[in-house]
């Protein structure tokens, strides 16, 4: 007789422990809120959420912080996915925050930063407690020194030198007013492995995400796509190009990469022999400096 073979895969491991750390949000924090864009890493998460309370509904909201320079497909997707779930969301908005003059646009185009204190005002208003985010330990240094539980001041702030111990996976959800958690289950995930997830779960994706024939311009080496806040500037020359987007943040700082993968199988090929993250790729938002990341992150960005 075979024995059977109860050890789990690298997939069944991470599953595990965002599941386990899903779970301990929920019953150690009053009100938590998981983030959720429309993309690959969030998408991920929220099915690690359905599946952590199955079959019961997802305990907590979801929230989006949208900086209304979103690619439309992501925005439809995010749309049908939480109806298909019956999870509230919770919009936080940008351009709202810019006409009643609270924030102020750079001129750079990037939203980024001045999401922070759309964040921080959309969480003292509903009082969330704990944040649920996407971010891997892969995708930026600044993320990689970042633990899974990370603590905010009262001002939505991260000091990067006072970070609470996680031996053992116990974890420290004790917050006082105003203060806050960052919680973030994919830590330990990597891209590759976002992917092979994806397929071996049969998650939907926005068709973004897969190559087929877009109208681009290379801007300082990166491929933008032409959209509605992407237009060919004076001497820029539109190319017609088989890409793929392997992020997707604001349409207008999001750059693509070339590509023949038109499926998540040859995506996942792809990703197995690159050697360059896909903020670093693809994000022209995070060329500001080495430490443009931890900057945001100390400010209160997620």
Same mark, same amino acid.
């Given at each position: ?21 899903? /779970? ?6 009053? *009100? ?35 900086? $209304? ?41 990037? *939203? ?24 891997? *330990? ?73 190559? /087929? ?26 190319? *017609? ?7 997707? $943040? ?29 903020? $670093? ?22």
């Amino acid at each position: 007789m075979s024995i059977a073979d109860h050890r789990l895969t690298q997939l069944q491991t991470l599953e595990a422990e965002s599941v386990h750390v899903l /779970r301990e949000v929920a019953a150690e924090s009053e *009100r938590p809120v998981l983030l959720f864009s429309g993309g690959k890493d969030s998408i991920v998460m929220l099915e690690l959420a359905r599946k952590a309370f199955a079959p019961a509904r997802i305990p907590f909201p979801v929230m989006h912080i949208d900086t $209304g320079l979103n690619f439309p497909e992501v925005l439809e997707f995010r749309d049908k996915r939480v109806a298909e779930l019956g999870v509230e969301l919770v919009i936080a908005s940008v351009p709202d925050a810019i006409a009643a003059g609270t924030v102020r646009e750079e001129p750079n185009g990037s *939203r980024n930063r001045i999401q922070t204190p759309v964040l921080l005002d959309a969480v003292e208003q509903h009082g969330f407690t704990a944040l649920f985010g996407g971010a891997r *330990r892969d995708e930026d240094k600044a993320r990689a020194k970042e633990r899974m539980f990370s603590f905010r001041d009262e001002f939505g702030q991260w000091d990067p030198k006072n970070q609470r111990p996680e031996l053992w996976d116990l974890y420290n959800g004790r917050t006082h007013l105003g203060e806050s958690i960052r919680v973030f289950p994919l830590s330990n995930w990597t891209e590759l492995d976002i992917w092979g997830y994806i397929a071996q779960e049969e998650i939907a994706i926005p068709q973004l995400y897969l190559a /087929r024939e877009r109208d681009v311009v290379d801007r300082q080496g990166m491929l933008y796509a032409v959209n509605d806040f992407i237009t060919p500037r004076d001497g820029e020359q539109v190319l *017609r190009e088989s890409v793929r987007y392997r992020t997707v $943040g604001d349409a207008n700082l999001t750059a693509a990469v070339r590509s023949t993968a038109t499926n998540v199988e040859e995506v996942i090929a792809e990703i197995a022999v690159t050697r360059l993250t896909e903020r $670093g790729a693809t994000r022209g938002d995070d060329k500001v400096s080495d430490a443009a990341m931890e900057d945001r992150k100390k400010e209160g960005y997620f």
